[in-house]
């Protein structure tokens, strides 16, 4: 049997000395003693009381971090534990069980800052995805939202009726169907290139044909029944500062019968303007038009634009004026009355009747080229909704009317003044 050590008197300390040989030492002897560890003093020290495990529930709440059960408001903070236990109860085993990092226990926790990055490094600014699109607002002004053109801008169909009918007259039934399409241009948004391709239809009704009564008369007109013209419009609005800009347009163009097309049929028209900002409601516009016409082919172009108020517009431009309006809104829509004055007309190549009696190779069956002028008086309703879809309606009168042939037969005609309706739509 192995032999008892008696123990040494205990130490000042409080310790039991550990006993110097034979027999295996408990750390908590019958008496409560607590053996010194190796090296230290001997003393004697009281045994820690155990507690006993909490009793298991087959259906226990999970405790989660930072959410008490027991609180009335789930988003109290506690401290931080993941045992399981009954209901309302955290295990007191839980070695995290400590402080709050803030306040006191029970408080609540402020949400989270919007935009927050949790995976962003501590003390750097989080930074939007995409932050160089400039098609993107991401509520900075710092970063601006940039205009965004749509491709098409609008499809357009345009009618005139001329009323006339018998000697001395002329009717017109003259159709326009366009497209016009923003191009991005020199890198600003501001000012694309627009395009428009486009398509007219005349359908002329007399004068007096010259193979009418009495024959062969050479002071009746000699028209076609249809002229048509298709064309490419080119219009941009360069900005170079905030009082300097311009309006430049060009056109090529086919303007003919449908029985003929030559190098005469192709026009080229255009219009270069000087646009001056006197103010964000007043700006000066000067500068030419180019009609390629048989008579004429420059006119001088400009005037003033001035808007007092988003409720009216003065565009008092040669030779095009028109002044607006707004009336009324119907719900959404917006109403506007207006007048305006306008240079009309155009000019076609066409191919002459076969004449009885006349041997002129210039006329009687030969190509030509005829120019129909006017000028134009009207007063007009529109309609503009939010989906752009827009409309007008307008009536008026047609003076100064004219017919003027390249070959110069017959003399220039003047039809009498006449009465014309318009409609169209956009959208």
């Known amino acids: 049997m192995p032999t008892t050590v008696a123990a040494e008197a205990p130490a000042a300390s409080g310790w ?226 905030p009082a300097f800009g311009g309006d430049l347009r060009f056109r090529i163009g086919v303007y003919s019968d449908f029985n003929t097309v030559t190098t005469d049929s192709i026009r080229f028209m255009g219009t270069a303007l000087g646009v001056i900002s006197l103010s964000p409601n007043v700006k000066l516009k000067a500068g030419i038009m180019y009609l390629d016409r048989l008579q004429v082919k420059l006119l001088p172009s400009g005037g003033i634009v001035w808007t007092p108020n988003p409720e009216i517009e003065f565009n008092i431009l040669f030779p095009n004026p028109k002044i607006r309006k707004k009336l009324v809104n119907f719900g959404s829509v917006e109403w506007w009355i207006y007048g305006s004055g306008d240079y009309g007309g155009d000019s076609w190549t066409v191919k002459r009747a076969d004449i009885p009696g006349v041997s002129d190779p210039l006329v009687a069956g030969k190509l030509d080229a005829f120019d129909y002028d006017d000028i134009r008086v009207a007063v007009g309703l529109e309609f503009l909704t939010p989906r752009n879809f827009n409309g007008w309606f307008e009536a008026g009168g047609a003076f100064s009317r004219k017919l003027h042939y390249r070959s110069g037969l017959p003399d220039d005609y003047q039809p009498n003044n006449t009465l014309f309706l318009r409609a169209g739509m956009a959208y």
Request: hydrophobic letters at 35%; proline letters at 20%.
């Open 16 to 241: 039991t000395a550990a006993p110097t040989s034979g027999g295996a030492a408990s750390p908590y002897p019958a008496g409560g003693a607590m053996i010194a560890p190796p090296g230290l003093p001997g003393a004697t020290a009281s045994a820690p009381t155990t507690l006993a495990p909490a009793p298991a529930t087959p259906y226990a709440t999970p405790i989660r971090p930072g959410i008490s059960p027991a609180s009335p408001n789930p988003q109290t903070y506690v401290s931080p534990g993941t045992n399981y236990g009954p209901p309302g109860a955290v295990s007191p085993f839980d070695p995290r069980a400590t402080a709050p990092p803030t306040g006191s226990y029970g408080s609540t926790l402020p949400p989270p800052s919007p935009g927050l990055d949790p995976y962003a490094s501590p003390g750097t600014t989080p930074s939007p995805l995409l932050a160089q699109d400039p098609y993107f607002n991401y509520g900075s002004p710092a970063i601006p939202m940039a205009a965004m053109t749509k491709f098409l801008q609008d499809v357009r169909l345009d009618y005139h009726w001329f009323l006339g009918h018998g000697p001395n007259e002329l009717g017109i039934n003259d159709f326009d169907l366009s497209a016009t399409f923003a191009i991005p241009f020199l890198g600003n948004p501001n000012t694309p290139l627009l395009v428009t391709p486009g398509f007219g239809l005349q359908l002329w009704e007399g004068p007096v044909s010259v193979l009418s009564t009495p024959p062969n008369d050479p002071s009746a007109a000699d028209l076609p029944p249809q002229t048509w013209d298709g064309y490419l419009d080119t219009a941009w609005k360069p900005q170079v500062s």
